[in-house]
C-alpha cells in the first residue's frame, strides 16, 4: 500500500476531511521545498468577501503595532471564543461532533471546534488581516498521537502557533518555525518547559477524562514529541 493511503481517515467531512488526506509531508520533501517554494505570500483573498470575519479581525488587532502583536491577539480570541473541544464536554456533557463541516464564521458563532477547526479559525482571521498562513499537521507517529497547529508568515519568517492554547512560538519576539520547536535541540530544550506547563493547566482545568482519546499528546510525560513529524497543507480562504 502506497504510503499515503496509509493516512489515518477520519471521521470528518467537507473541508476538515480534504486537509486530513492532503498534506504534504515534511519528510517527503524537505525542508526548503516547504519554507522556500510550498506556500506563496500573496494572499488571492479578496476583500469584502467575508465582511463578519473582516469586522472580528479588524476589532481584535486594532492599535497592534506589529504583525506578531496582531497574530498573538487573534490566537488569544481563538483559544478563549472557539474554545477546544474538551471545554464543550466539561460545559455540555457530551462529545462536540467532529463532522459538522461548518464554516470559519458558523465555528466562531458555535464557541467550540477541534484542533484542526480552531486552525482554520486562526487561517481565515489572519488572512483577512492580509497575515498569510496555513495549517500543519503535527504527531508523533510510534505513540498515535497528534495535533493540528498553525504558521504564520511574519516579515521576519514563519511561525508556529498553537491556537489552542492560544501560545505564539517564539524567542524575543523572532518566530520559530513549526519545524524548528522539535527538530533544533536548542529550541526544544526552550519550549520543552513552557509547552508542559501549558499542557499541564489544560489537564488541570478540564481532567484527564476529557482529554483521554481526544488528546492525548496533552497527557504525554513530553507533550512536545507530537511536533516530531509535521505535515503542511495550504488553506487560503476566498
Known sequence: MRAIDQRYLPS????DLEQALNYVALADVGENFIYERFTG?????TRGHRPELEILARR???????????????ATFVAREVRWAGFYRLAKGGRLPTDRALAEEA???????WCNE????????????????????????????????TEVLLPEGWMAVDQSMGYCFCV????????QVWGHPKMRSHFRPIYNKLCKNLVDVLGRKNLVGNFDMVLSQDPLDGFSTLGYHNYFIL
Open 12 to 15: 470528518v467531512k467537507g473541508i
Open 107 to 113: 465555528l466562531i458563532r458555535s464557541g467550540y471546534g
Open 60 to 74: 481584535l488587532v486594532f492599535g497592534a503595532k506589529t504583525p506578531l502583536k496582531k497574530v498573538e491577539r487573534l
Open 172 to 179: 524575543r519576539g523572532k518566530p520559530v518555525r513549526a519545524n
Open 41 to 45: 505570500s500573496r494572499l488571492p483573498y
Open 118 to 149: 480552531q486552525a482554520r479559525v486562526l487561517c481565515a482571521l489572519t488572512q483577512v488581516a492580509s497575515i498569510p498562513s496555513r495549517l500543519v499537521f503535527a504527531a508523533h507517529v510510534k505513540k498515535s498521537y497528534g495535533h493540528v497547529i
